[in-house]
């Protein structure tokens, strides 16, 4: 089975965590030179970083299955694997480490669900690196499957927010404050908190279509009001009376 080693500088600031090589990765043998090396090249270079300057490496140094996944091999090879990893990214030293997806999301952070946990600041494993900063990040190869709608997302936060943390390796978690479960002055309150400023984020959570569960307003980036509108059954949350 052809193997493909890690690439890049053994002293870098930033290390990119892919999941395994594909073809392209296996003809040329570096990674992240295919479709998706090149939506990770043009990120970085959109945030002032050559792709030269950064160590790029994936959780198995040999090809997966198409969709298959690094967790569906043998667990020895796993380990072994993860070792290796363990060992480069020691060397390296990196001050920030980007896991690319959910299968290094899961080796290097131990969380699940890379929609969840892009672009925020994490702490990698205790029992893999202790103490050091992650940013993680969709896959390109994800964004390559019809979701270019996410591009915009790696290219101006994802990676953005990486970049900014590799400026030294302290992590220093964002303070914000959420509030939840307001009564109805709250909320009035925050409204007209809202009208007096310029700009203005929302979210809204539906429940399969069928209605909307709440919605989330903000106006700066530490502090934002969560609106219930509906428990899990349909329920207002608000007294009618």
């Known amino acids: 089975m052809p193997r493909v080693g890690a690439d890049g500088p053994r002293n870098a600031s930033i290390a990119v965590v892919g999941m395994a090589p594909a073809y392209n990765e296996i003809v040329i043998g570096k990674p992240f030179v295919g479709a998706s090396g090149k939506i990770l090249d043009d990120a970085l270079r959109k945030n002032n970083i050559n792709r030269r300057d ?18 569906d091999l ?56 202790k103490g050091k900063k992650a940013v993680p990040a969709y896959h390109p190869a994800f964004i390559l499957r019809g979701m270019f709608k996410w591009l915009g997302i790696f290219n101006y936060i994802d990676i953005k927010r990486a970049v900014e943390e590799s400026y030294d390796s302290s992590i220093n978690l964002p303070k914000r404050e959420i509030i939840i479960r307001p009564d109805l002055k709250t909320v009035r309150d925050f409204a007209r908190e809202c009208e007096q400023n310029e700009y203005l984020s929302f979210d ?38």
């Open 54 to 71: 950064v160590f790029v490496t994936n959780c198995t140094e040999e090809p997966l299955p198409t969709g298959g996944s690094f967790f």
């Open 74 to 129: 043998p667990t020895q090879f796993q380990a072994t694997e993860v070792q290796r990893l363990k060992r480069e990214l020691e060397e390296v030293n990196p001050n920030v480490i980007i896991p690319l997806g959910d299968d290094p999301l899961q080796v290097i952070c131990g969380r699940d669900s890379i929609t969840k946990w892009r672009g925020s600041i994490l702490e990698t494993r205790p029992d893999f690196l």
């Open 204 to 241: 809204i959570e539906g429940y399969y279509s069928q209605y909307i569960r709440c919605v989330g307003i903000g106006y700066r980036k530490d502090l934002a009001l969560c609106i219930p509108l509906t428990y899990g059954t349909g329920q207002s949350y608000w007294d009618p009376a």
